[in-house]
Nanobody
Framework: QVQLVESGGGLVQAGGSLRLSCAAS????????MGWFRQPPGKEREFVAA????????RYVDPVKDRFTISRDNAKNTVYLQMNSLKPEDTAVYYC?????????????????WGQGARVTVSS
């Protein structure tokens, strides 16, 4: 069973930066596309970014383009989400997910494995 563990969440002031990490328990995840989702308080889980298994392709939801960067280090079985210029509306629990599919899907149902989540709070 693949396990994903997020880390790097916390409290930051608006305009600050955080980097989330997602470590996978198995080497096979290096061959999966990976995604980051978030769930703001009282709202549905939403897509943030996704990256192909080699890291050559990525996609982002419009509100985070030019502020967030998804990357991966397959040698470390780890995916990252660098978040810059954070805004209060970025406050959410952030989840990483892995999909055995090849398409950079934005629908949560397209992902097979999920982490437990990392809380990010951005104060104004």
């Amino acid at each position: 069973q693949v396990q994903l563990v997020e880390s790097g969440g916390g409290l930051v002031q608006a305009g600050g930066s955080l980097r989330l990490s997602c470590a996978a328990s198995e080497r096979t995840v290096s061959y999966y596309a990976m995604g980051w989702f978030r769930q703001p308080p009282g709202k549905e889980r939403e897509f943030v970014a996704a990256i192909s298994w080699r890291g050559g392709s990525s996609r982002y939801v419009d509100p985070v383009k030019d502020r967030f960067t998804i990357s991966r280090d397959n040698a470390k079985n780890t995916v990252y989400l660098q978040m810059n210029s954070l805004k209060p509306e970025d406050t959410a629990v952030y989840y990483c997910a892995a999909t055995t599919g090849t398409f950079l899907a934005s629908a949560p149902g397209s992902y097979d494995y999920w982490g437990q989540g990392a809380r990010v709070t951005v104060s104004s």
